[in-house]
Nanobody, 128 residues
Framework: QVQLVESGGGLVQTGGSLRLSCAASGRTFSSNAMGWFRQVPGKERELAAVITWNGGNTYYTDSVKGRFTISRDTAKNTVYLQMNSLKPEDTAVYYC?????????????????????WGQGTQVTVSS
């Protein structure tokens, strides 16, 4: 059974940092792009960051650019999201997800429908 399990969420003050992890099990995702989404109640799930299957390219939504860094460790089948300079508007449930397609090269136009495996989410709360 394929599983993605997020961890690392929590409560942090404005300006603080958190590092989210997403551990995959059941199969390797070394040939799939991986993404981090976030969602607040009443709003659409938003794509925050994506990394290509080989780790060579990344994409960030404008609101997190320069503050968040996505990375992956293929040997550990794990994806990370380093979040710095956190703001109250970053408060959300963060989900990791795996691309349905193998070895996709163009990631900046990806949407939620491109991802087929999802984690259960981890809450990030940034206090002002």
């Amino acid at each position: 059974q394929v599983q993605l399990v997020e961890s690392g969420g929590g409560l942090v003050q404005t300006g603080g940092s958190l590092r989210l992890s997403c551990a995959a099990s059941g199969r390797t995702f070394s040939s799939n792009a991986m993404g981090w989404f976030r969602q607040v109640p009443g709003k659409e799930r938003e794509l925050a960051a994506v990394i290509t299957w080989n780790g060579g390219n990344t994409y960030y939504t404008d609101s997190v650019k320069g503050r968040f860094t996505i990375s992956r460790d293929t040997a550990k089948n794990t994806v990370y999201l380093q979040m710095n300079s956190l703001k109250p508007e970053d408060t959300a449930v963060y989900y990791c997800a795996a691309d349905r397609t193998f070895r996709r090269w163009t990631i900046k136009t990806m949407s939620r429908n491109d991802f087929g495996s999802w984690g259960q989410g981890t809450q990030v709360t940034v206090s002002s």
